[in-house]
């Protein structure tokens, strides 16, 4: 498809004729900077004036509004991709939370979400279910995406979610309503998150809120294909590639080679590389239906202990026809967890024979049936039934993949049944799994790459080159749910790291600076001295006159003022909700803002003005606030004892 190259266009500005005075160069630069502020002054003002319309295919116009163009940025594109409707119960959670979404941007709604639970806290990149207006029994769910591309929630630990903070009774009234702009942000961010990550193509141009309900525009914006697997993104899933890639690429590309071998690349050269080695521990629970799935003439199915079941295959049958063979399915979905697997009892009256996917491998009765031919003799009229309780190991046949159990009866007079009793055994137990992420190794395998940085949980260990000394505390961090929940102690989960590499040998020529030394030199105030070097070797000097323009007053900063707006610390965190835990858990919000023209404070909705329009230098507090973080992300802990 023909795609349009965006490029925003000042519009035609007349150069000033020779004698121009200073003053009207310096007011046409500040009209057009004041209309490039007005345009792109903020990250809203591009979104809206550039961003939106240049995804949604509308016209955008240059600077200076003296031209438009169209633009065509997308392969497909949805009026309303992504739609939240929100509506808060009694209890102050969010009773009702519907999601109608286009998967395919095809104009019309494909996928409708209601939430079976209700939303007692709001997260980055998920919610949090708790019992009706309490903090009590809660839940965390992250926002997923299925293998079908469907809309989901998968149940995680409260650590994998980021920035959590509750919106029910227990932690003020009317949270919902009274923030609901931000409510549905979050929320609709969270979602926008998943999907993006899961599908790279899918952009969104726009969000539009009307009451209880945000709308996002979106667009398909990268790789017009079906498939939302795209080369350009396999790196996300396997970082190490990108270096044996790209330096495939270079050997195969006839403009790196050129400029590799050109002069500006004979010299040498530092580049900085990042990278970090994580720390994976991963918990996962495993239920006995996980590991084996039965199907089949099972008559019922008895515990044994933890992991253990025992399954009864019974059937009836005649005398004088052919016995029939009444069989089960074992299958193993995951075999080295099976630990056993045993007929452990066989009882008939008369005959009951054993089958193991269809070889005879037991048998109950009054007289040998271990062969295909009926058993010598009458069915019994009368008399106690037949037990076999010797039992047989079938573990290797289960473990080698699905495997059958038949019972084959014969029987009469006044009994007419039979049965296979089979015992298996499973590991339920949890399986846990931990490996570092070592990204690092092939910097630090190379000799041209020397450790320039280094932080360990937010330590800095490595410091220009030099070890600084330090050492982090061993951290402590909970893993898993439920019953698979785990605490883990290590001396660091990630760790970053910068290296500084040498990408060439050799020598770069210094540059020749004679004119720069020879015009700084011999220039003053009001002359200009310059030297050139003509074509033919010869070099000359001259002069001329030089004025620089007069510079106006700049203000000795740009005046901004600060006020504040009253927030109820609604925060969580795994032991709860943080607000619980202080004397008052209302606190204030602090912004900044830059003054207007007049020296006004743009104050928004609920602020209340701290400090006026002025030169504020707030740096001794923003310091403390940062060192408060750093403190607190150490994982320190104060416990009481004798001082």
């Given at each position: ?114 939430l079976p639970v209700p939303v007692s806290g709001i997260c980055a990149n998920g919610i949090v279910s708790c019992d009706a207006g309490s903090w009590n029994n809660c839940t965390p769910f992250q926002w997923d995406v299925a293998s079908s591309g469907s809309l989901k929630l998968s149940q995680v630990p409260l650590p994998d979610l980021a920035a959590c903070y509750c919106i029910n009774a227990s932690c003020g009234s009317n949270l919902v309503l009274g923030n609901l702009n931000s409510v549905l942000k979050d929320l609709g961010g969270g979602i926008i998150g998943a999907l993006t990550t899961a599908d790279p193509r899918i952009g969104v141009a726009?969000?539009?809120?009307e009451g209880p309900v945000i709308r996002y525009v979106g667009a398909q914006t990268t790789a017009c294909s079906a498939s939302p697997s795209l080369s350009s993104t396999s790196y996300r899933a396997d970082p190490t590639a990108i270096s044996g890639d790209a330096s495939a690429s270079a050997q195969a590309s006839s403009v790196f080679q050129a ?385």
């Amino acid at each position: 498809m023909t795609r349009t190259i965006l490029i925003i266009l000042m519009g035609s500005v007349a150069l000033a004729p020779q004698g121009s005075q200073a003053q009207d160069m310096e007011a046409r630069a500040r009209t057009a900077a004041a209309a490039s502020r007005t345009k792109s002054g903020d990250s809203d003002a591009i979104i809206s004036n550039y961003v939106n319309p240049g995804l949604a295919g509308e016209t955008i116009s240059t600077v200076d509004d003296s031209r438009t163009f169209a633009t065509n940025l997308a392969c497909q594109r949805s009026a309303t991709m992504l739609e939240l409707l929100v509506q808060p119960g009694a209890t102050g959670d969010i009773t009702h939370l519907s999601i109608a979404r286009d998967s395919n941007l095809d104009g019309s709604f494909d996928q409708n979400l209601t939430l079976p639970v209700p939303v007692s806290g709001i997260c980055a990149n998920g919610i949090v279910s708790c019992d009706a207006g309490s903090w009590n029994n809660c839940t965390p769910f992250q926002w997923d995406v299925a293998s079908s591309g469907s809309l989901k929630l998968s149940q995680v630990p409260l650590p994998d979610l980021a920035a959590c903070y509750c919106i029910n009774a227990s932690c003020g009234s009317n949270l919902v309503l009274g923030n609901l702009n931000s409510v549905l942000k979050d929320l609709g961010g969270g979602i926008i998150g998943a999907l993006t990550t899961a599908d790279p193509r899918i952009g969104v141009a726009q969000a539009s809120i009307e009451g209880p309900v945000i709308r996002y525009v979106g667009a398909q914006t990268t790789a017009c294909s079906a498939s939302p697997s795209l080369s350009s993104t396999s790196y996300r899933a396997d970082p190490t590639a990108i270096s044996g890639d790209a330096s495939a690429s270079a050997q195969a590309s006839s403009v790196f080679q050129a400029l590799a071998g050109s002069a500006s690349a004979t010299g040498k050269a530092e580049v900085t590389r990042s990278c970090s080695i994580d720390r994976e521990i991963s918990v996962k629970p495993w239920d006995y239906d996980d590991i084996l799935g039965v199907a089949g003439a099972v008559t019922s199915v008895t515990a044994c202990g933890t992991g253990c079941r025992r399954y009864q295959i019974r059937g009836s049958g005649t005398c004088g026809s052919v016995p029939p063979i009444h069989t089960a399915t074992f299958d193993p979905i995951a075999p080295a967890r099976i630990v056993s697997a045993r007929i452990v009892e066989m009882g008939a009256d008369d005959w009951v024979q054993a089958r193991v996917n269809g070889q005879i491998v037991g048998y109950a009765g009054k007289r040998p049936w271990t062969g295909e031919a009926l058993p010598s003799g009458d069915c019994r009229i009368s008399g106690d039934p037949y037990y076999n309780r010797t039992a047989i190991d079938i573990t290797p046949q289960l473990r080698a993949g699905a495997m059958t159990v038949g019972a084959r009866v014969r029987a009469g007079g006044d009994g007419n049944w039979g049965y296979v009793t089979v015992e298996v055994q499973v590991d339920t137990a949890c399986e846990v799994s931990e490996r570092l992420v070592d990204l690092c190794a092939g910097y630090a395998q190379d000799a041209a790459c020397r450790l320039d940085s280094e932080s360990d949980d937010g330590v800095t260990t490595f410091s220009n080159g030099v070890n600084t000394g330090l050492k982090p505390l061993a951290k402590t961090r909970l893993f898993g749910t439920g019953n698979c929940t785990f605490q883990y102690s290590r001396d660091f989960f990630e760790r970053d790291r910068r290296y500084k590499c040498l990408i060439d040998s050799g020598e770069l020529s210094a540059p020749d600076l004679s004119r720069s030394a020879y015009i700084i030199d011999h220039s003053t105030e009001t002359l200009l001295a310059d030297r050139t070097l003509s074509s033919d070797g010869t070099i000359s000097t001259s002069t001329r006159a030089f004025t620089l323009p007069d510079r106006v007053t700049v203000p000795a900063c740009e005046p901004i003022c600060k006020t504040r707006a009253p927030k109820a610390n609604s925060d969580v965190a795994i032991s709860g909700v943080v607000g619980a835990s202080q004397n008052d858990p209302a606190g204030w919000n602090s912004f900044y803002h830059s003054c207007t023209a007049d020296n006004v404070c743009p104050m928004g909705e609920g602020e209340e003005l701290v400090t006026a329009c002025g030169c504020l230098d707030d740096f001794p507090e923003a310091a403390v606030m940062m060192q408060t973080v750093r403190l607190a992300g150490s994982d320190l802990a104060c416990t009481a004892g004798t001082p």
